[in-house]
């Protein structure tokens, strides 16, 4: 069993930067890939970005691409996202998530999630 807590949300202004993190309990995360979600209220929860257990491969949907970056510190058992240039539409929960295997696209492929850590881009 893998516990995940996001942690670094906040309230930004718009063109604003923010780092979130998920730490990782329970169990090594090493072998597993991991994945940032989104979830803004009343609607589905939609992929952000993934990160293969090995670090070899990176993933993101085209909404963040060039504006995120997912790494991952197995050493730590964390994982990360780096956002910039965060637009108001950014606004959501953020959650973690781990599977013991390969990177999904599909939420619901994975394993272990997290509660969630608010972002919200406003004026």
């Known amino acids: 069993q893998v516990y995940l807590v996001e942690s670094g949300g906040g309230l930004v202004q718009p063109g604003a930067s923010l780092l979130l993190s998920c730490a990782a309990s329970?169990?090594?995360?090493?072998?597993?890939?991991m994945a940032w979600f989104r979830q803004a209220p009343e609607k589905e929860r939609e992929f952000v970005a993934a990160?293969?257990?090995?670090?070899?491969?990176?993933f993101y949907a085209d909404s963040v691409k060039g504006r995120f970056t997912v790494s991952r510190d197995n050493a730590v058992d964390r994982i990360y996202l780096q956002m910039t240039r965060l637009k108001p539409e950014d606004t959501a929960v953020y959650y973690c998530a781990a599977e013991d295997g390969a990177v999904s696209f599909d939420a619901r492929e994975y394993d272990y999630w997290g509660r969630g850590t608010q972002v919200t881009v406003s004026s």
């Open positions: 329970g169990g090594r995360i090493g072998t597993y890939a």
């Open positions: 990160i293969s257990w090995s670090a070899g491969s990176t």
